[in-house]
């Protein structure tokens, strides 16, 4: 079992810059791509930005367009969102899921989750 825990969540001004971390322990091995993911009530969750294994692969959603780039150290096992020139709009809570057996993409095909800080984007 594989435990996932997001930290750096917070209340950020607008066009601010916000860093979060997804934290993983339990039976971790590196051999796992990471996802980011987004939710706003009454919505379903959006995919944000994902990672391979190894960290040299990445995708990005259309959620934070040109504004977000993910990265990793295995080492310490962390993933890093790092957020900037946010808007109101991106107020949602952002949960970060392991993947693996595809590159988290999606998040029916995810194997565990965070429990998703809350990030409100203020005017």
């Known amino acids: 079992q594989v435990q996932l825990a997001e930290s750096g969540g917070g209340v950020v001004q607008a066009g601010g810059s916000l860093r979060l971390s997804c934290t993983a322990s339990?039976?971790?091995?590196?051999?796992?791509?990471v996802g980011w993911f987004r939710q706003t009530p009454g919505k379903e969750r959006e995919f944000v930005a994902a990672?391979?294994?190894?960290?040299?692969?990445?995708h990005y959603g259309n959620a934070v367009t040109g504004r977000i780039a993910i990265s990793r150290d295995n080492a310490k096992n962390i993933v890093f969102s790092n957020m900037h020139d946010l808007k109101p709009e991106y107020t949602a809570v952002y949960y970060c899921?392991?993947?693996?057996?595809?590159?988290?993409?999606?998040?029916?095909?995810?194997?565990?989750w965070g429990l998703g800080p809350q990030v409100p984007v203020s005017s």
């Open positions: 339990g039976r971790t091995s590196s051999a796992y791509s």
């Open positions: 899921a392991a993947d693996y057996w595809h590159y988290g993409l999606l998040p029916e095909l995810c194997d565990f």
């Open positions: 990672i391979n294994w190894n960290g040299d692969s990445t």
